[in-house]
């Protein structure tokens, strides 16, 4: 009778632990993965940034805020952890392998993957993370996937002008020598803003009618 009670007692107790320490912890695990992966990529300077700069620092950043985070929740306590489902995990985890399959070529055994560049990794990589929540909608995902990756394309490959393929390779042969690589990103970053930003109003206008439509049958009613 004794060793239950002292089980149940020992599961409240694993139960009572913050959510924000474990939260932190994962953080500070995911930034020492991120520099231990980036350490051989040249950082280069500020002036000219290498392909390492970008990473390094972002896992550092991530790796101290889960040192801030683990410390407030140990200071201020919070909610206990609770149990999570498989789904998140899992439908992330996919999210970032098919990312890493298809920005660039991939070799997996008898197999290579086209290389599709951020164009068509991005928005893939952000609609199939959306699904990782059941309350997940196909237009939004798509709304957020089209204009997160216009801006990743400008910050990275137009501002910081960091080496990370952009275009599916069979694209950027055909477009080579015909329009300058700047312009074609610009462009291409414009097109995918402008699509995300017209879906975002269509959204919003059939939103609006449905509100009518429920509106005008409550006062018939």
Do not use: K
Request: charged share 10%; aromatic share 4%.
């Amino acid at each position: 009778m004794s060793d239950r009670s002292s089980g149940a007692e020992a599961v409240r107790a694993h139960s009572r632990i913050p959510q924000n320490v474990v939260a932190g912890l994962g953080l500070v695990l995911l930034g020492v993965f991120g520099v231990w992966a980036t350490g051989d990529l040249p950082r280069g300077t500020l002036g000219a940034m290498g392909p390492g700069m970008l990473p390094h620092w972002v896992a550092i950043g991530v790796a101290a805020s889960g040192v801030v985070l683990a410390v407030t929740g140990l200071v201020r306590g919070g909610e206990g952890l609770q149990t999570v489902g498989l789904r998140g995990p899992v439908v992330v985890v996919l999210a970032i392998l098919a990312f890493a399959a298809t920005i660039r070529p991939a070799t997996l055994g008898p197999i290579t993957t086209p290389g599709l560049g951020l164009i068509v990794a991005g928005p893939l990589a952000v609609i199939l993370a959306g699904y990782a929540s059941p309350e997940a909608r196909f237009r939004e995902l798509l709304i957020l996937a089209l204009l997160l990756t216009a801006g990743c394309m400008l910050l990275f490959g137009d501002l910081l002008n960091l080496p990370i393929p952009l275009f599916p390779t069979a694209f950027v042969e055909a477009m080579s020598g015909t329009i300058p690589s700047r312009v074609l990103l610009r462009l291409m970053a414009g097109a995918l803003a402008l699509a995300g930003l017209g879906l975002l109003v269509l959204q919003r206008r059939s939103a609006r009618r449905g509100e009518t439509d429920v509106a005008r049958h409550s006062m018939t009613a």
